[in-house]
């Protein structure tokens, strides 16, 4: 531990039992209360802002902000004597001499930030532990401060009726450390800690920096890949550690929401925009928390938000279309974002309008499942005419020869390296030209001749001129299949046919792991999860267990889908607990549902392993190999290296 003498220090520790309590001098600025949780932000003059999370189960959580006026030290104490141990959850564990006294959870390391004024981090580094000095009395830590950074810190208190929650932090399973990718950052959540990488000062943050903006910014869809990957470690562990973290990004969505029902991101521009796709995630999240449990504050936060995504549309010819953000609501206002476009009014849609089809189809997805979960049907003629502008641009087969011969060529520029490199010189010298000067005129052929579905079947992602979207070929067909999922009628099948076709025939799921397309991969993960549990096709098994292999090999977590709770596919009470494997090397993919019992077990390592189970044992299984053939040997369960072992029962 570093020693730094004389460095000095703000005039008197932070007692963490005021931390837990607002105090006499506190100024409320606001309260988030239900029958199960309660939220209330305080700022202190001359000591910080703090914002505290109270659980019916007795335990808090607090979230503290410091503004030092200078570096030195920020000094925390507690009544008694604590050690400091590692949590095997994550972070450290303070735990009392004395069992009368609380225990405290650290979950991460505290941090030094700045902030714009629309409270999107600009900057932030881990702050340093200087001293942590127990006695009979008293246990002080000591944090490095410095001038002009904001301190942040998360702590947790659970009391000694509050044993079980120790309890729940003191053990992990394989399954719990294993990385989960997550639908916004495209980066990986491992367990309960690593919550509060993405939920900070009681917002979620995407855990990313806008390459071009050197900003990190508020995400929803963030939190509710959390929050899906909460509700599947819940029912794999039986932690209820896990029901309250789930409580708290409820909380955190539901805090951060506008007055007029929306959720503002500025991620292009300082007006602070909505991104819908984000608005749908808190829409989605807070439909799953109300079925699982109905909160007033939740539906009422719920219902706001159903109206403004249901105004956030545009009229076209074939039928009323969904916004991607709130910047389409004129030309003036897409300006301001700097994105590369062209006003036009393909379909008879307005000239801001790009229709963007993932989050249009996201849109339908979200206010259908508003439908389900409250019984409120008042949007669903707008869904209806959504749904049929799906259909009719989806059907738009014009200008067949022209791109034919367009997305052969642009083919080439999506083989990995080793297949690009033996291609003769010729078609080498056609790649180069068709990524420098074709791919970036397409927009002119799409404007003239709309399509969306491609020869070859390529989603696209939109009509207008944006880049070059093959990555959001995997989200398009993720969000088609939920739409399927909800309204089986409508005929996607050949659609979703071929856009698998343009995966699994050709060298594009190479071609995304040489690229490091962690959003393209990780959603096709997703989308194969969404097929698998859809129908029961052999091929939909195989073609996940391989994009998990790829998945594998760029270092990528796997979608909180596949651990068998996505609020969308399995009902609160159908859920089938996800295995832990033995050997954390296995990946697994649970397909289950009610009393249709489905796990997909897959090796990534060179290895042969040897299928043993650590938690939620599943007996009965009939298990059969990657080539379809039944396991006669029930003794005895091994995954082939690079291989995968499907279990039905």
Same mark, same amino acid.
């Given at each position: 531990m570093e020693d730094r003498g004389a460095m000095p220090s703000d005039p008197s520790p932070f007692a963490l039992r005021d931390v837990f309590e607002a105090r006499n001098d506190a100024e409320l600025r606001s309260e988030v209360q239900s029958d199960l949780f309660a939220r209330s932000r305080w700022d202190v003059a001359g000591r910080g802002s703090f914002i505290l999370d109270r659980f019916r189960d007795l335990a808090s959580c607090c979230f503290l902000r410091i503004a030092p006026t200078r570096t030195g030290i920020a000094r925390f104490a507690l009544d008694g004597a604590y050690g400091m141990e590692s949590c095997p959850c994550g972070g450290w564990l303070l735990r009392p001499r004395d069992t009368n006294l609380a225990t405290y959870w650290i979950p991460r390391s505290p941090a030094l930030r700045t902030r714009d004024s629309h409270d999107r981090i600009l900057s932030e580094a881990p702050a340093s532990l200087v001293a942590f000095a127990p006695n009979a009395a008293e246990t002080t830590v000591d944090i490095a401060t410095r001038s002009g950074f904001d301190l942040e810190c998360v702590v947790w208190r659970l009391p000694p009726e509050a044993s079980e929650l120790v309890e729940n932090l003191s053990t992990a399973f394989a399954l719990e450390g294993q990385p989960v990718f997550m639908l916004s950052s495209h980066r990986s959540f491992r367990g309960p800690a690593d919550l509060y990488v993405y939920l900070i000062h009681g917002q979620v943050y995407e855990d990313r920096f806008d390459q071009l903006r050197k900003r990190k910014i508020c995400s929803e869809l963030e939190a &509710? %890949?959390? $929050?899906v990957a909460l509700h599947g470690l819940e029912a794999a562990t039986g932690k209820a550690l896990y029901r309250l973290l789930k409580r708290q990004i409820v909380l955190s969505v539901i805090a951060r929401q506008a007055p007029d029902g929306g959720w503002r991101h500025g991620e292009w521009t300082d007006d602070m925009e909505s991104h819908f796709r984000l608005h749908n995630a808190a829409m989605l999240l807070l439909e799953a928390a109300l079925e699982e449990t109905p909160q007033e504050p939740i539906r009422n936060a719920l219902e706001k938000a159903a109206s403004v995504l249901s105004? %956030?549309?545009? !009229?076209?010819?074939?039928?009323?279309w969904f916004f991607h953000d709130s910047l389409e609501q004129s030309v003036e206002m897409t300006e301001k974002s700097g994105i590369r476009w062209v006003p036009s009014r393909e379909l008879g849609k307005s000239p801001a309008t790009k229709m963007? #089809? *993932? %989050? /249009?189809? @996201?849109?339908?997805? =979200?206010? @259908?499942? $508003? +439908?389900?979960?409250?019984?409120d049907d008042q949007y669903g003629r707008q869904v209806e005419s959504a749904l049929g502008a799906t259909r009719r641009l989806l059907a738009l087969r014009p200008a067949e020869w022209l791109y034919r011969t367009l997305y052969r060529a642009v083919g080439l520029t999506l083989l990995p390296e080793s297949e690009a490199r033996q291609l003769p010189l010729v078609l080498r010298a056609l790649k180069r030209l068709v990524r420098d000067h074709v791919i970036p +005129?397409? /927009? *002119?052929? !799409?404007r003239r001749f709309p399509r969306m579905v491609m020869p070859g079947g390529l989603i696209e992602r939109h009509l207008s001129r944006l880049h070059?979207?093959? *990555? $959001?070929?995997s989200v398009n067909v993720a969000d088609l299949a939920r739409v399927w999922r909800r309204f089986p009628r409508e005929n996607f099948q050949t659609i979703i046919a071929g856009a698998i076709s343009?995966? =699994?025939? =050709? %060298?594009? #799921? !190479? &071609?995304?792991?040489?690229a490091k397309q962690r959003q393209a991969l990780g959603y096709w993960v997703e989308a194969l999860y969404q #097929?698998?549990?859809l129908a029961p096709d052999r091929n939909y098994r195989r073609f996940l267990a391989e994009a998990v292999l790829a998945a594998s090999d760029a270092a990528l977590g796997l979608p909180p889908s596949l651990l068998g709770a996505h609020p969308e596919v399995v009902k609160p009470t159908e859920r089938v607990p996800c295995p832990s494997?033995?050997?954390a090397r296995l990946r697994i993919a649970n397909l289950s549902n009610g009393d249709r019992r489905e796990i997909l077990v897959i090796n990534p390592t060179a290895d042969e392993i040897e299928l043993a189970w650590e938690e939620n044992r599943v007996d009965g299984l009939v298990w059969s190999s990657s080539d379809h053939q039944p396991i006669s040997d029930k003794a005895r369960l091994s995954v082939p290296s690079r291989g995968w072992l499907v279990g039905k029962g």
């Open positions: &509710y %890949s959390v $929050y105004r %956030s549309t545009d !009229k076209t010819d074939i039928g009323i963007i #089809l *993932n %989050s /249009h189809l @996201d849109a339908i997805v =979200t206010l @259908d499942r $508003y +439908r389900e979960v409250t019984g +005129r397409l /927009h *002119n052929v !799409k070059f979207g093959v *990555n $959001y070929h343009a995966v =699994t025939d =050709t %060298s594009l #799921l !190479k &071609y995304w792991v040489e #097929l698998c549990t494997p033995l050997d």
